[in-house]
């Protein structure tokens, strides 16, 4: 399988890490004398499953180390149009894929092992999109003061993983409401208005479950999609705060020692 990483994004004046990028990509910030996505990076590389790399929002120009980087592209801004952007490139090097690994460059602590697993998982159907959650306890098993936010269903309480797979002939039509709805994931009435106010209220009230949730919302959006519950905290682990950045150094030091 093809993977994409996503390593655009350079937080602005008064932005949480702007301190620490100084306007420059929050995907080099240094992590125990290598920059976050090379973390990412050597996750891929030394996966069983993944062949080929493409990376989006660096350039060669970096210094990133991987046998499997097939193209470095240029953000084009939004994170769909950058997917989008994406499943061009992966398509015109293997014209016959069907799904890619999506990762996010943000998420230092995952492991080859962790990216088989996903994959593995995944490839047991032939869905359209993959999301990966990770329940609360096993979240705050791990990393207890990472402070993230959760969503509590019927059936389970999650948090969102930065690691997907989706399907390479996802129409360019459906653009469009993946946009609105990354527009607009902090404003619960606009996102009613997207998903349904039937499926929203029955999260709200929790009578709902996580599965019986993500297909009200793919049959909304017209996809067939699966939530897969990760083992793997490291997956829902990213780094959008300081705090955050700090308790992942002190990790990945831990790591290097052992």
């Not at 989706?166 to 360019?172: D, K, L, V, W, Y």
């Amino acid at each position: 399988m093809d993977a994409l990483v996503l390593a655009g994004g350079a937080p602005g004046p008064g932005g949480l890490l702007y301190e620490y990028t100084q306007g420059k990509s929050k995907a080099m910030l240094d992590m125990c004398g290598r920059p976050m996505v090379q973390w990412v990076l050597d996750a891929l590389e030394g996966s069983a499953i993944v062949d080929r790399v493409v990376v989006i929002g660096l350039s060669p120009s970096e210094g990133l180390q991987s046998s499997k980087i097939r193209a470095y592209l240029p953000g084009e801004g939004s994170m769909i149009q950058n997917v989008r952007l994406g499943i061009k490139q992966v398509l015109e090097l293997n014209p016959q894929a069907r799904h890619m690994l999506v990762v996010s460059s943000d998420i230092p602590a995952i492991t080859p092992v962790m990216v088989d697993w996903m994959v593995t998982t995944c490839m047991q159907t032939d869905d359209d999109l993959y999301y990966n959650v990770i329940q609360r306890q096993v979240m705050e098993k791990r990393y207890p003061n990472s402070r993230r936010t959760y969503l509590r269903v019927k059936d389970v309480e999650v948090c969102g993983g930065d690691m997907s797979v989706i399907s390479t002939q996802i129409s360019t039509e459906k653009d469009s409401v993946f946009e609105r709805l990354s527009a607009t994931r902090k404003n619960v009435l606009q996102q009613a208005a997207i998903i349904g106010w039937g499926t929203l209220f029955k999260v709200l009230l929790r009578r709902i479950t996580l599965q019986e949730a993500v297909q009200a919302v793919c049959k909304r959006v017209g996809l067939k999609g699966r939530a897969i519950l990760c083992p793997y905290a490291e997956v829902g682990m990213d780094v959008d705060k300081p705090f955050q950045l700090e308790m992942m150094r002190q990790d990945l030091i831990k790591r290097v020692l052992e």
